[in-house]
């Protein structure tokens, strides 16, 4: 499939303040959970909670967006409505022009734990990504050269629970990848992998980004990563103006410069590293000295 | 609300089930069920060993007391006597058809009662209104005393097999649907969501998906049902039969012969235990598959 262009206008999404959550497992499980979830949530009179406020965002096909932000700022919820799992309060979301109704399968998405089905090997867990009706024959090669590319030709037969964190988060992407997506959803894809094998999937996800170029929406902590990878870089958090309890929205909007492959010690990366940071709240310690003359373009909201 | 509600209401009935008749069944069957490294332990020959020493032991007094005298024999007749009572009815060729139609009647009823426990369980525990319409009237059926249904079986159904393998289906379903509605009410939601992500439809989600995820729980479930369908066998032919082990019984106490009646009570025992086996080794199977 071709990369597809993501357009999120004025998202915004609450969820119930207090108690259990607003999908609950039955909803989810009767499949009408998204819109059904949304009423038990924020309709009959409960206060509400918001997370996600007026989102407006237009990646491009064939664009990386990296999506940084402090813990329970509302990232996976921002995923999960483009991957139509979640559906927005207010606003839209339109993927290659058309609005987003329910789960997308144009859409991939890798979630933030593996969640492999424990019963399955990785072999087979992987194959569930692959597109409905896809011919067996031509399954398993796809497979095959799934295993290969993240690297778990040995573990094909082995169950989750006999892999490691990092081949798991390995085996989760690639169910996501066995799609063939239009857009890839990405949470966090490279959190539980040590810093080495960190790098090599990182050049990896570039190589299957040009192989077959897809929308990427990535979820990451690691600013570094969210600088080598992305065209642009999302922040998301909390408006230091508005009241407490009002919802994340896009802070800035950095766009990072050059083309991929980066290299990695860039110095304008380590300038954008620096404002990135301090976006988080993190105050960098290397910062460079704040001068007018900053090459580096920045949108800010 | 509704929700938390619903989900008390059947952690209520699991427990009312686990309360019932074969409580001590319903625990161990989930507690194997939790622990698939103790369930999937292949039985060795010392764990053969070291469960017949308390059979020979009660065997071994048995006898004593029997010898001693203590308890007359038309009380508590010699194992050996039963024994021979046993071969006795055997070499007159009463013994095989009554087994034989007994448990023909068991497995039928068993596998009916499984089947719509699975079928019913799995459509109420996965949709809300089909739960929020059938599961109190499911509930308030199951409330009855399954014994009462007798005799509007009979009426219905005579005296034949059918309203014996309907009675034993009554008493199969009830365990299998309560564990199946109440676990699919508990599988892990994130790996629906991921069924769900990928396209899976209802139909596909609940047999790729949700069935998977509950195996255990169902497979304790299939054995408290089979339990319950001997109990509701001997129920039923005690109560109206012209064959079987429940006949046997029943004939023998009319007939006075005590030793019967320990030989057809043995032999209940034996062929209970012997089913159980049968279904722990699919239980190890489905385990290993599945976990
Ligand atoms: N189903 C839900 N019901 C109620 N609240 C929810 C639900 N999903 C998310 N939230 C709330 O939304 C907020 C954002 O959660 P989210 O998972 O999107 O954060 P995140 O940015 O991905 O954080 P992290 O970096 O730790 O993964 C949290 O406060 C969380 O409690
Ligand atoms: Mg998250």
Not at chain 1, 25 to 54: F, H, I, M, Y
Not at chain 2, 165 to 187: D, K, N
Request: hydrophobic share 45%.
């Amino acid at each position: 499939m071709p990369a597809l262009s993501v357009t999120l206008a004025g998202v915004s999404r609450s969820f119930a303040a207090s108690g259990r959550g607003g999908a609950s497992g039955r909803l989810a499980a009767s499949g009408r959970g998204a819109a059904s979830g949304r009423d038990a949530a924020s309709g009959r009179g409960g206060a509400t909670r918001r997370v996600l406020t007026n989102i407006d965002l237009d990646i491009r096909a064939g664009e990386i967006v990296a999506l940084i932000g402090a813990s329970g700022s509302g990232k996976s919820t921002l995923l999960r409505q483009v991957s139509g799992l979640d559906t927005p309060d207010v606003g839209s979301i339109q993927i290659d022009g058309t609005p987003l109704v329910g789960i997308d399968q144009r859409c991939a998405i890798a979630f933030q734990e593996p969640r492999l089905l424990p019963w399955r090997t990785i072999e087979s867990n992987i194959a569930l990504g692959l597109p409905r009706g896809t011919p067996k024959a031509d399954g398993a090669v796809r497979v095959g050269e799934l295993l290969h590319l993240v690297e778990l030709e040995g573990a094909r037969e082995l169950k989750p629970s006999q892999v490691s964190g990092g081949m798991a988060q390995r085996a989760s992407l690639a169910r996501a990848l066995a799609r063939g997506p239009g857009v890839l959803v990405l949470d966090e894809p490279f959190g539980a992998l040590d810093a080495l094998t960190r790098l090599t999937m990182q050049d990896l996800l570039l190589e299957v980004h040009s192989a077959e170029p897809a929308t990427i929406l990535l979820v990451t902590h690691d600013v570094d990563e969210a600088l080598y990878l992305s065209d642009r870089v999302v922040l998301l958090g909390d408006d230091p103006e508005a009241p407490q309890g009002s919802g994340s929205g896009i802070r800035r909007i950095l766009s990072v410069p050059g083309s991929r492959p980066r290299d990695r010690a860039d110095a304008t990366l380590a300038l954008l590293r620096a404002e990135l940071l301090d976006g988080l709240g993190v105050s960098s310690h290397h910062r460079p000295a704040p001068s007018p003359s900053t090459t580096v373009r920045l949108d800010s909201f | 609300m509704a929700d938390a509600e619903q989900d008390a209401v059947g952690r209520a009935i699991l427990v009312n089930a686990a309360a019932s008749s074969t409580g001590s069944e319903y625990l161990t069957g989930a507690s194997s069920g939790a622990l698939p490294a103790r369930a999937t332990r292949r039985p060795r020959a010392s764990t053969v060993l070291l469960g017949a020493i308390l059979p020979i032991a009660l065997l071994a007094v048995w006898q004593l007391i029997s010898e001693s005298g203590v308890i007359p024999s038309y009380r508590l007749p010699a194992p050996l006597t039963v024994w021979q009572a046993a071969i006795d009815l055997a070499q007159r060729g009463l013994l095989f058809p009554d087994i034989a139609i007994s448990t023909q009647r068991v497995l039928l009823g068993f596998v009916f009662g499984s089947i719509l426990g699975l079928v019913v369980g799995s459509i109420i525990g996965l949709s809300r209104w089909a739960s929020l319409l059938a599961a109190p009237t499911v509930g308030a059926f199951r409330a009855v005393p399954s014994l009462a249904w007798v005799p509007l079986l009979i009426l219905y159904l005579g005296i034949h097999e059918d309203s014996k393998v309907v009675l034993i289906t009554i008493g199969a379903f009830f365990p299998v649907y309560t564990t199946v509605s109440g676990a699919l009410s508990h599988v892990d939601r994130h790996l629906v969501e991921v069924g769900r992500a990928y396209g899976l439809g209802r139909l596909s989600l609940l047999a790729r998906v949700q069935l998977p995820a509950i195996i255990p729980t169902v497979v304790s479930g299939l054995r408290l049902a089979l339990a319950q369908s001997w109990l509701f066998l001997v129920a039923a032919e005690l109560i109206v039969s012209s064959l079987g082990l429940g006949y046997l019984l029943k004939e023998s106490q009319d007939n006075g012969r005590i030793d019967r009646l320990f030989a057809a009570i043995i032999l209940l025992g034996l062929l209970g235990k012997l089913t159980d086996t049968l279904i722990g080794f699919g239980e190890r199977y489905l385990l290993r598959r599945w976990t």
